[in-house]
């Protein structure tokens, strides 16, 4: 099997690992859109997120009165998506329960990553499945990094958003105190290394559907979702990418020692049920 997918539209060119099912390289006319990776700040690129989001306190979670190791984002993006490519244009990328994942999530589920393009976007719909005969609690979320100039970079939400954020506490725990994000009028929020002096930007269940990043850089993106409440905001003091991820939950609060259907923000899903949550990247 291939250790990598290529899809072309056009001059668009988009470029998926069979490992994480991690977007690689994103080209527009021969110029990338995608961060690239460097241990020095952020080596991954685009990682998927599952089954859960954000930092687990102490790197475990809680099923029916077992501990189980399972860490910051959760396992896919460390694992290997089998792939079948459909058209030049799409690929499904799949990934399954199995008894690495059951030590570390005791549930069967089938993660489904539907990449599409066309000639100036991507499109990426995530589905879970249920495929055990218990309910099963998950949370999701895609973690692009795009290549950005801080100074003169900025985002614009379509709809005016709450400014007061979670303050992310030791170990990434989600606090219960609040910091105010420097937007304008609600929409507008200028990037620069001050919004990251430890973490990211938590906007938790936003009336935005889309929102336009000015990357600094001669380029714009138009993101938008669904079925996915949370926008998350990250970047590194003096890195040269902006993270805009979409998550259906968050990571654990401070102090919470609960199992993880209790974990706020957790998706429950009966046995065979399903759940699509869709991310499309437009250069405007």
């Known amino acids: ?15 998926i690992a069979t490992l994480g099912a991690e977007m690689r390289s994103w080209r527009l006319g021969g110029r990338e859109i995608l961060w690239q990776g460097d241990p020095k700040w952020w080596p991954e690129r685009s990682p998927i997120l599952f089954p859960v989001v954000g930092w687990t ?28 490519q459909t ?5 499904r990328m799949r990934l399954e329960q199995s008894a690495e994942t059951l030590a570390q999530y ?11 393009i066309d000639e100036t976007s991507i499109d990426l719909t995530l589905t879970v499945r249920n495929t055990g005969d218990e309910p099963m609690p998950y949370a999701v979320g895609v973690h692009p990094g795009f290549l950005a100039s801080k100074a003169s970079a900025r985002l614009v939400f379509d709809a005016a958003e709450e400014a007061r954020v979670p303050v992310i506490a030791p170990g990434g725990l989600i606090s219960d105190r609040r910091r105010t ?10 990037l620069d290394d001050s919004l990251f002096p430890d973490d990211a930007l938590c906007f938790m269940d936003v009336r935005s559907r889309w929102l336009d990043l ?12 669904r079925d996915y409440p949370n926008v998350v905001v990250w970047s590194k003091p003096g890195a ?7 998550w259906t939950g968050s990571g654990d609060p401070e102090g919470f020692t609960g199992d993880l259907f209790e974990k ?15 991310y499309v990247a437009t250069v405007l």
């Open 181 to 190: 994000a420097p937007l304008q009028d609600g929409r507008v929020l200028p």
């Open 264 to 278: 706020p923000g957790m998706i429950v899903l009966q046995p065979g049920e399903t759940r699509a949550h869709g």
């Open 240 to 246: 040269p990418f902006v993270c805009v991820e979409t």
């Open 214 to 225: 000015s990357t600094g850089e001669g380029a714009t993106l138009r993101i938008g979702w």
């Open 106 to 116: 005791p549930f069967g589920f089938a993660l489904t990553a539907d990449y599409a």
């Open 1 to 15: 099997m291939t250790d990598h997918i290529v899809l072309e539209a056009g001059a668009n060119r988009l470029e």
């Open 57 to 84: 306190r102490g790197g475990e979670s809680r099923v029916g009165g077992r501990t189980y190791p399972l860490g910051l984002h959760g396992f896919a993006r460390r694992s290997v998506f089998s792939a079948e």
């Open 87 to 91: 058209g030049d244009r799409t690929v």
